[in-house]
């Protein structure tokens, strides 16, 4: 992230109610709402990657939306296909 976009992100007015509304949220809830707050100031992004403790669920689909890449961790217990071998 180059600087310019560093300072847009502190510029007043994107996140100044997070600091004076201190009450409590999940870690995905917060994300989806940072995630809201930057799309709407068209900070420009490319990607997000986040633990499994962010999960794959409303974020991905947010993240979708806007047509962004994700890497998001997903708990040893998801279920999904193994990979594709390669062919000789």
């Known amino acids: 992230m180059s600087n310019d976009n560093v300072i847009k992100l502190i510029q007043p007015g994107i996140f100044d109610d997070q600091l004076t509304d201190v009450g409590f949220a999940t870690k995905p809830k917060l994300a989806t709402k940072m995630i809201a707050r930057v799309i709407a100031a068209s900070v420009p992004f490319k990607w ?18 806007a047509g962004k890449g994700y890497v ?11 990979p594709a071998k390669a062919k000789a």
């Open 48 to 65: 997000v990657a986040g633990d499994t403790v962010y999960g794959v669920g409303d974020i991905e689909q947010q993240l979708r939306r």
């Open 72 to 82: 998001l961790g997903a708990p040893k217990k998801t279920k999904g296909r193994p």
